[in-house]
């Protein structure tokens, strides 16, 4: 009978916990209101993402693991069916690394392995959330008579890290860095 007793403790500290992981890594990383305006006849959006690593993630960092930021945009009618497709569903893959021996960061799109050097982690943190120029759709895929709005979410992507670090990632709040969904009107 306390068998059973301990186990529903142990199940209900469990449960608890798993709960509070989401909000004990909530809006780590904060997207700045982009601009969106009309380029050469198609919506352009550039803005900047805000990025409070945790301790954790900037350990690893500096001990050579690259952590990969995944930036997920969204063109949907603002009122949507959940299940309805998006006009546009884009992924944008980046990755922060330090190179020991150059004593260097560096910050470049994936797929590829090179890209801008920073002497320090804070340049190269705040050129990680650079968003210039990005196209998204041409006005003429927009029904006139319809809403639409642009979502967005930044996230550290835990599936790129190196296997043996991934059950911790998994586990520990630390690791679960986003921004949360956040959602603009899409006018020029």
């Known amino acids: 009978m306390a068998r059973a007793s301990h186990l529903r403790v142990i199940l209900v500290l469990a449960l608890s916990f798993a709960l509070t992981l ?91 392995t090179s890209g801008r050097e920073f002497v320090t982690r804070e340049a190269a943190i705040r050129a990680l959330g650079e968003l210039s120029d990005q196209r998204l759709v041409e006005p003429k895929s927009l029904d006139p008579e319809r809403a639409y709005e642009v979502q967005m979410k930044v996230f550290l992507d835990i599936e790129e890290l190196p296997l043996p670090l991934r059950p911790m990632a998994y586990l520990a709040p630390s690791w679960k860095l986003s921004s949360g969904w956040k959602k603009w009107p899409l006018t020029p």
Do not use: C
Not at 45 to 50: I, K, P, Q
Not at 56 to 77: C, F, K, S, Y
């Open 22 to 112: 989401p909000a004990l890594a909530k809006d780590r990383f904060r997207i700045q209101q982009p601009q969106i305006h009309l380029e050469n006849g198609t919506y352009v959006m550039s803005g900047t993402v805000a990025f409070a690593f945790s301790k954790d993630a900037l350990e690893a960092l500096d001990n050579g693991v690259p952590l990969t930021i995944v930036t997920h945009i969204q063109i949907r009618r603002t009122d949507a069916w959940m299940w309805e497709d998006s006009l546009l569903d884009l992924q944008l893959r980046r990755a922060i690394r330090y190179r020991p021996l150059s004593k260097r960061y560096e910050v470049y799109q994936l797929p590829g």
